[in-house]
Nanobody
Framework: QVQLVESGGGLVQPGGSLRLSCAASGFTFSTYAMRWYRQAPGKERELVAAISSIGRSTNYADSVKGRFTISRDNAKNTVYLQMNSLKPEDTAVYYC????????WGQGTQVTVSS
């Protein structure tokens, strides 16, 4: 059974940091590129960051470049999203996505940036 389980979301003040984790199981994690998406209320889901299967290549949305860092540990079947200098506009549900022969999604974790 394929599972992607996100964790690490929560409430943080503007300028703060959070680290999201996504633990994968049920498929060969090291052969899949991994992505983080987010969806704010009333808005479409948007791609935030992506990392290649072995972690050599990363890409970011312009809105998070220089603030967010995606990484992965294939030995732990886990992908991370380090989020620094958070802004209120980063408030959203963040989803983990595995992109490869199939596409898998996590259930999402809420990130709220507010004072």
């Amino acid at each position: 059974q394929v599972q992607l389980v996100e964790s690490g979301g929560g409430l943080v003040q503007p300028g703060g940091s959070l680290r999201l984790s996504c633990a994968a199981s049920g498929f060969t994690f090291s052969t899949y590129a991994m992505r983080w998406y987010r969806q704010a209320p009333g808005k479409e889901r948007e791609l935030v960051a992506a990392i290649s299967s072995i972690g050599r290549s990363t890409n970011y949305a312009d809105s998070v470049k220089g603030r967010f860092t995606i990484s992965r540990d294939n030995a732990k079947n886990t992908v991370y999203l380090q989020m620094n200098s958070l802004k209120p506009e980063d408030t959203a549900v963040y989803y983990c996505n595995a992109w490869g022969p199939n596409a898998y999604w996590g259930q999402g974790t809420q990130v709220t940036v507010s004072s």
